[in-house]
């Protein structure tokens, strides 16, 4: 018998000097040889000794009012967390109506950068914008106008952004209240706030659509975040209303980034809670929140978004966290914020 490989060939007959032990084992070589290069999995070390493919998860948070400015935390379970900087801010806010950096939203973009947003006043009609490759070192900060166009908007909360693949643009979203507008909810909330979400889109950040009503269930609502799973979007958010008492998280499904909404939950979680933030960890979605008002944070997990345990008693968060981000990240990223001294947050982000 023959076996070809290329122009060579290997005989095995009564003319070989050539034990069948030693056939097969020439055999295996050359299969062996054959064989395409094995490529490094993901998180497998790539020419760096040492690199960790344990999964790597970064909270953003902010602490008081936002005064400080950008705080971060890591885990690799997404239980545990540890404080990053000894604590301290990492972006020392400096534009907007009142120079704040309350919930900050950040989302790694397609090209290896990580794009912020903040909520920069609890009055105004701009929301901050910044952008890093490492989360420590940032760019100049800027205030994006994003509701000039409705002269009569009270506020932009909670801005969160996506990015849309298919479209190839990024969706930056937040809730405002645009007096006399849904008068029929105008007095189920607090005060005369009576939100609704609105979105801009824009693939460079220097040109903006104009702002225009994102989602609106019918009743007040802000803090609205993407989960993605392996078969659906779904849009999370928390429902604002006060009369009768809500204040709870519900989600629906998206059709898009730009919706269609469809298929309104029941509540998943207890009231008075706010700021959710999801992720996959293992075989469970965990969603998390802010317990505002008893002042730490909670989650609940769920294999399948239909069932839902509460997990708060298992979190470990930095004390006095307030509402954030949570996303996976390189484990890369979080090595070198251990080993790197960031940008000081007094001059971070000069514009």
Known sequence: MTFELGQNRVIAS????????????????IFALLQPPARASAGAATGTEGVSSAPAYVFTYFTGNGEDGLHLATSTDGYHWET?????????PLVGESKLMRDPCVLLGPDGTFHLVWTTAWAG???????SKDLAHWSPQRALPVMTN???????????IAYDEQR?????FWSSTIAGKYPETLGTAEQKNNHRIYRTTTRDFQTFSPAQLFFDPGFVVIDAT??????????????????????????VKAAGYEGPFTDLSAPFTPGWVEGPTALKVGEDYVVYFDCYRDHHYGAVRS????????????????????????????????????TLPPSPAESAGQP
């Open 14 to 29: 009564k003319y070989c000097v050539m034990t069948t032990q030693q056939f097969i084992a020439g055999l295996a070589c």
């Open 84 to 92: 990053l900087n000894g604590g301290r801010s990492y972006l020392k």
């Open 125 to 131: 009609k701009t929301v901050g914008y910044a952008n």
């Open 150 to 160: 409705e002269p009569a908007t009270a506020n932009c909360w909670a801005p969160e």
């Open 168 to 172: 190839r643009e990024f969706v930056i």
């Open 226 to 251: 993407f989960l993605r799973t392996e078969k659906q979007l779904w849009l999370i958010f928390k429902d604002e209303t006060l009369k009768p008492e809500r204040k709870y998280l519900r989600m």
């Open 303 to 338: 294999p399948d978004l239909k069932t839902w345990e509460d997990v708060t008693a298992r979190l470990s968060f930095p004390k006095a966290a307030r509402h954030g981000t949570i996303i996976a990240v390189p484990a890369g990223i979080i090595n070198a914020l251990r």
